[in-house]
């Protein structure tokens, strides 16, 4: 089952679409393939959920496994914090790589949300940026 969980992943950053750094694509530096790996295992995400999140679908109830995949991914790429304080600026910094300046602002201005546990506001925020990518692309 850790096989399938780990290949339902290789697609996951497919989700965060197109994320170029330089000229190479964000899922292919190193430190991204270590930190799927890492959050993997901290987290127990079920097989399940991985594929949906690997298929960039919004997951309706999800379990705290797969909110807190969430959380540990964007804590590694520096969008949160420890304490589950997304970090405007660098979450910004970040989704100008998916869309102009402008939009990316704007993202992040309607999805600053807080929640009860830094879990539950990683999957917020990313459930918001799915549900305004949907909107908008």
Known sequence: MA??????????LLTFAGVVVGQQELSELPEVKGYKLHCIESSGIT?????????????????????????????????VD??????KDKLEQFLTKL???DKAKDYVKQCDLR???????????YDCYLGKKAKLF
């Open 47 to 79: 097989e399940s959920s991985a594929k949906k999140l690997a298929a960039g679908e919004a997951i309706k109830d999800p379990d705290q496994a797969t909110k807190c995949f969430v959380q540990c991914f964007f804590q590694k790429l520096r969008l």
């Open 115 to 125: 929640r009860a546990n830094p879990c539950d506001t990683a999957y917020a925020v």
């Open 99 to 101: 869309m102009d300046a």
């Open 3 to 12: 096989a399938k969980v780990l290949i339902a992943f290789a697609t996951i």
């Open 82 to 87: 420890e304490q589950g304080v997304v970090l």
